[in-house]
């Protein structure tokens, strides 16, 4: 976020020379997907004997430990084998939005299979109440760091917690990337190179006409769209399933959403981010995706939520999918054990029959959020009203108040989800911004009704 402040990269040391007073970064691990051939049942059994015994380490500690539990196969794994290696009652905890989604029944059946000591926390209204907190605590502007409450809750019970993170990206979760992934392989042995080439070459003038003269509405066109021009380009193919908040084009954002002042500044292409991942011609493109999911978007996104959400509550982290010696196996395993006939987790549920109850292996996924659309007309379109609409990103010219004035003042659509989406991405930049610009210094984390008055 800032200039001249860099993270280290994951499975990177630095050395800091006292003589020289030079630092040095070395890389000494990495990730390398390897598959290897082997029948079906070797992998069953080696899967669960490995996480078993990280799920085994990670328990470890002189201090009460919890886990963190939806009631989908990832945690309740850990649960699982948390239950059959500790000695003390396992204590579980899960968080919802009291909302159709929310999986509360799924994780107390869990915690009744397994005789835990289980805590809930519902969060109906007010959920951006404490987001100055929040960013203040990670120090950047994000819109899902709602884990704070439950890390808080969790703190006053247990000063350790494992949970599930890395299982959809080990074991491929999210079910639509690699339906896409085999969609797109298939049209392209099916479109001819010439056609390929004029719908490269015409859709892109295309796309810039209807962003231009289009409603809001037209997202999901321009998205077909895009699809369609680059059929052959793995990374603008991952970036339109990369993750559920949408990845514009430049000419969108220049278009519809970029002020003046942020159009000045040479910013960095996210898909040059992401092209080393889709380098290997040997890989397939499921393969290319999980790769591109776990070293990106599972490390910058969800793994940087839960550390910051726990440590802002003194609450330790901890991760059994995340083992050295699992990660390294699970990626000797075939893209064709993970993924199968339009399921994910093939192997691991597999791994986990006998185990996890019927209920829990049958699952579909849901994942751990609010609805958007709900979270939007309780009250982010209020607060987005109050601070977002005439905010310091408006007036330094860095946003276009016109594209914020249209999504609020416009009735209530399922089809505007990815606008709600950026909406409240928006608001959590202006509290940043707030916060860590125009204020000069960076002071105790504030409530949103104190930030107005900034």
């Known amino acids: 976020m800032f200039k001249g402040i860099k993270k280290l990269l994951p499975g990177h040391y630095l050395l800091y020379k006292l003589s020289s007073k030079n630092m040095e970064v070395s890389k000494y691990w990495e990730v390398k997907v390897s598959p290897e051939e082997h029948t079906e049942s070797f992998f069953v059994k080696k899967l669960r004997e490995i996480l078993k015994e990280s799920v085994k380490r990670h328990l470890i500690s002189d201090v009460p430990v919890g886990i963190y539990l939806s009631g989908g196969i990832d945690s309740s794994s850990i649960v699982a084998f948390a239950s059959q290696v500790s000695e003390e009652p396992v204590k579980t905890f899960t968080m919802g939005f009291n909302e159709p989604s929310d999986e509360l029944r799924d994780a107390k059946q869990v915690s009744e299979f397994f005789e835990t000591e289980h805590y809930e926390l519902v969060i109906d209204s007010d959920l951006m109440k404490d987001y100055p907190a929040m960013i203040w605590y990670a120090d950047t502007p994000k819109r899902n760091l709602y884990p704070y409450y439950i890390a808080k809750v969790v703190r006053k019970h247990v000063k350790v917690v494992l949970g599930g993170l890395g299982g959809d990206e080990l074991f491929a979760g999210y079910e639509w990337k690699y339906q896409f992934a085999e969609d797109t392989t298939e049209e392209r042995s099916k479109i001819p190179n010439n056609l390929k080439f004029s719908l490269r070459k015409e859709i892109p003038e295309f796309i810039k006409y209807v962003t231009r003269y289009g409603s809001l509405h037209e997202i999901d066109l321009i998205h077909n769209l895009r699809r369609a021009a680059y059929i052959d380009n793995d990374v603008k193919q991952y970036l339109l399933i990369m993750s559920l908040d949408e990845v514009y084009e430049n000419n969108y954002l220049k278009e519809k959403i970029y002020g003046e002042e942020i159009q000045k500044i040479k910013l960095p292409q996210l898909e040059d981010i992401f092209k080393p991942f889709f380098e290997d011609n040997n890989l397939n493109l499921i393969d290319k995706i999980l790769l591109a999911d776990f070293k990106i978007k599972m490390v910058d996104d969800f793994l940087f939520v839960e550390d910051s959400m726990s440590s802002a509550n003194s609450l330790e982290s901890r991760v059994p999918f995340l083992d050295k010696e699992l990660?390294?196996?699970?990626?000797?395993?075939?893209?064709?054990?993970?993924?199968?006939?339009?399921?994910?987790?093939?192997?691991?549920?597999?791994?986990?029959?006998?185990?996890?109850?019927?209920?829990?292996?049958?699952?579909?996924?849901?994942?751990?959020?609010?609805?958007?659309?709900?979270?939007?007309?309780?009250?982010?379109?209020?607060?987005?009203?109050?601070?977002?609409?005439?905010?310091?990103?408006?007036?330094?010219?860095?946003?276009?108040?016109?594209?914020?004035?249209?999504?609020?003042?416009?009735?209530?659509?399922?089809?505007?989800?990815?606008?709600?989406?950026?909406?409240?991405?928006?608001?959590?930049?202006?509290?940043?911004?707030?916060?860590?610009?125009?204020?000069?210094?960076?002071?105790?984390?504030?409530?949103?009704?104190?930030?107005?008055?900034?």
Not at 343 to 349: E, L, V
Not at 375 to 393: D, S, V
Not at 429 to 435: A, D, G, S
């Open 327 to 454: 990660v390294e196996f699970v990626f000797t395993i075939p893209s064709r054990f993970k993924y199968r006939e339009g399921r994910g987790k093939y192997i691991f549920k597999k791994a986990m029959q006998g185990i996890l109850p019927k209920e829990v292996i049958k699952k579909e996924k849901q994942g751990f959020s609010s609805d958007v659309v709900i979270r939007f007309e309780r009250e982010i379109r209020e607060i987005a009203k109050q601070i977002l609409m005439n905010g310091y990103l408006v007036k330094d010219n860095l946003i276009k108040g016109g594209y914020i004035e249209n999504i609020l003042n416009y009735r209530t659509s399922r089809s505007l989800t990815k606008h709600y989406i950026t909406v409240w991405n928006l608001l959590t930049l202006e509290i940043w911004y707030r916060m860590y610009i125009k204020q000069g210094k960076i002071p105790k984390p504030l409530t949103l009704n104190k930030l107005e008055a900034i």
